[in-house]
């Protein structure tokens, strides 16, 4: 791996960018050299800076960035996913995000079929070239994580040189925790999208050997596990809380956000390694032996009690921009003026008389795609703030501040996945009943199915469409379409039938098939391969499919 450090703050990245002399002004707080990282303030200000500078703003060539629609990871990266597992849609050429999700064809009500003359997997290949910066969507998520392993490593690698006041050893460990667990998030995520990634484990150090997924997702959990370690290792609570309080932003430190204690911390953890399990394998696939591993995982996973990871915009020297930072703000409003709209396919996940639905969407005059989205078009906007019903789950807010961004791990996300072990080891009633306990918490006011529902294929379509609502906007969308199979060809059972599709001239499809046929695992990004070529004994760095 060829690296050029571009931040003193450490983006010692695997893909190599201009330098920018504000980067390099030592006076700033946010971004100490090595040396002066070496003290209790330096270390705590690198790793702040590692995971919300670094890790989700670290892209700052014009080159790449001079195309996007909003700002940072969170506007850009989670679309895709969510763009692919049609829960939104987007018209805007920018970062080819109106062709990513448009699938190769579909067909109507009254049988007639509408096809993709340019399908998605072939212009996301034409567009993997470091020639085509900005439209090459396999870069961007790459980028973010690598820069995110990589400024941790710098982390790692100082944190033993620091001398610290209080009880050195909680200090380091809560430091050592924190880095490690960025560094699982990163590989998560490079492992569970890309069909193979780099180990790359020390700053300053080339390397070229690919790996496969299944071995990135080994080292995520690996280091999941360090992380652990580390705050197992805790024995001085307020030294841990107090690094804790400055390593998460404070705006991040409200809601179900803020200082995590060890255990919390853990549990996080916990869910987060089920998620690795669940995620990289097709449902077909699974094992006894796999739903009983993310059963014992995430009984010890986040609970409802929980503080968890989360981001919030603040008014002044914000990670997340209020209006142009996450999917969700990039998506409220009407959609004749947002840059991405809601999936019809989304809303008809709702179940007839979820407040959760009421709250959040309002039916709109149909707004019809006219550039080539032929499952673009949709009846639906998303709200701002919601419809104030008390108690109900609000999905976006657009005021600074207001929207709870969540990053990693949550209640809803560990109790569907005991929902979802439960009920493929044919414990419905217990599976449905962490169904229920997941619409309770978000207010949905729907009648509860454990114990109504108990044949095994509706309560597993109970679990289904919880998810798809439940986890909205929670990086999750994606992974799931692809292990149910909707992303494969219909040739081979993927596509998905059944499905409301609003068409160009306003006729309401409710029995449409829609054949995707996306790639299931992205290709190694052409700006990394270019110039740092595979060495002998790498993994395929291409997709075959």
């Given at each position: 791996m060829k690296i050029k450090i571009i931040y003193i703050l450490c983006v010692l990245?695997?893909?190599?960018?201009?330098?920018?002399?504000?980067?390099?002004?030592?006076?700033?707080?946010?971004?100490?050299?090595?040396?002066?990282?070496?003290?209790?303030?330096?270390?705590?200000?690198?790793?702040?800076?590692?995971?919300?500078?670094?890790?989700?703003?670290?892209?700052?060539?014009?080159?790449?960035?001079?195309?996007?629609?909003?700002?940072?990871?969170?506007?850009?990266?989670?679309?895709?996913?969510?763009?692919?597992?049609?829960?939104?849609?987007?018209?805007?050429?920018?970062?080819?995000?109106?062709?990513?999700?448009?699938?190769d064809y579909v067909v109507f009500d009254d049988g007639s079929k509408v096809t993709n003359s340019a399908p998605a997997k072939q212009v996301i290949r034409l567009n993997n070239s470091r020639t085509k910066a900005g439209s090459n969507m396999f870069y961007f998520e790459w980028t973010w994580m690598y820069y995110l392993n990589n400024a941790c490593n710098l982390v790692l690698e100082t944190v033993d040189k620091v001398s610290f006041t209080g009880n050195a050893d909680s200090k380091r460990n809560a430091l050592k925790a924190w880095a490690y667990f960025w560094k699982g998030y990163a590989y998560s995520r490079i492992g569970s999208v890309y069909y193979a990634g780099l180990i790359k484990n020390e700053s300053a150090v080339t390397n070229g050997l690919y790996k496969t997924s299944a071995e990135i997702i080994a080292e995520s959990n690996d280091n999941y596990n360090k992380a652990i370690d580390a705050l197992n290792g805790i024995t001085t609570l307020t030294d841990y809380n107090a690094m804790l309080k400055v390593l998460i932003p404070t705006q991040c430190q409200l809601g179900k956000g803020g200082v995590l204690t060890p255990t919390m911390f853990i549990h996080t953890i916990n869910t987060m390694k089920a998620r690795n399990i669940l995620v990289n394998k097709r449902v077909k696939d699974m094992t006894a032996a796999d739903w009983n591993n993310i059963l014992t995982l995430v009984n010890s996973g986040v609970t409802s009690s929980d503080l968890v990871f989360t981001g919030r915009s603040a008014s002044v020297g914000s990670f997340l921009s209020a209006t142009t930072g996450s999917v969700a703000a990039m998506t409220t409003g009407d959609p004749t003026s947002t840059t991405y709209k809601i999936s019809e396919r989304l809303i008809q996940e709702y179940k007839t008389g979820?407040?959760?639905?009421?709250?959040?969407?309002?039916?709109?005059?149909?707004?019809?795609?006219?550039?080539?989205?032929?499952?673009?078009?949709?009846?639906?906007?998303?709200?701002?703030?919601?419809?104030?019903?008390?108690?109900?789950?609000?999905?976006?807010?657009?005021?600074?501040?207001?929207?709870?961004?969540?990053?990693?791990?949550?209640?809803?996300?560990?109790?569907?996945?005991?929902?979802?072990?439960?009920?493929?080891?044919?414990?419905?009633?217990?599976?449905?009943?962490?169904?229920?306990?997941?619409?309770?918490?978000?207010?949905?006011?729907?009648?509860?199915?454990?114990?109504?529902?108990?044949?095994?294929?509706?309560?597993?379509?109970?679990?289904?469409?919880?998810?798809?609502?439940?986890?909205?906007?929670?990086?999750?969308?994606?992974?799931?379409?692809?292990?149910?199979?909707?992303?494969?060809?219909?040739?081979?059972?993927?596509g998905r039938t059944n499905a409301v599709v609003v068409s160009s001239t306003g006729v309401v499809n409710t029995k449409a098939t829609i054949n995707y046929n996306f790639l299931d695992y992205w290709d190694v990004p052409d700006d990394e391969l270019s110039l740092n070529p595979p060495v002998a004994g790498s993994a395929p760095v291409q997709n075959p499919k």
């Open positions: 990245a695997i893909l190599q960018e201009s330098c920018r002399k504000e980067e390099l002004n030592v006076r700033n707080p946010n971004s100490p050299t090595p040396e002066n990282a070496k003290t209790e303030a330096g270390i705590l200000s690198l790793a702040l800076g590692a995971v919300y500078q670094t890790g989700f703003n670290g892209i700052t060539n014009t080159k790449y960035s001079g195309s996007f629609l909003g700002s940072s990871f969170w506007f850009l990266a989670p679309a895709y996913h969510d763009l692919m597992a049609d829960v939104i849609s987007a018209e805007a050429a920018n970062n080819i995000t109106n062709q990513v999700s448009v699938p979820d407040k959760r639905l009421a709250n959040n969407f309002s039916k709109v005059t149909a707004y019809l795609n006219q550039k080539g989205g032929f499952t673009f078009s949709t009846r639906y906007r998303l709200l701002d703030g919601g419809d104030t019903l008390k108690g109900v789950q609000i999905i976006s807010s657009r005021t600074v501040g207001a929207y709870e961004l969540y990053l990693a791990a949550t209640y809803e996300e560990n109790e569907l996945m005991k929902a979802e072990a439960n009920i493929k080891l044919n414990n419905i009633a217990t599976g449905l009943a962490s169904v229920d306990a997941v619409r309770t918490y978000q207010g949905a006011g729907l009648t509860a199915v454990s114990g109504a529902v108990t044949d095994p294929d509706q309560a597993y379509e109970e679990l289904r469409r919880e998810r798809r609502t439940a986890l909205l906007f929670r990086n999750v969308s994606l992974y799931d379409y692809r292990r149910w199979g909707y992303l494969d060809d219909l040739s081979a059972g993927g």
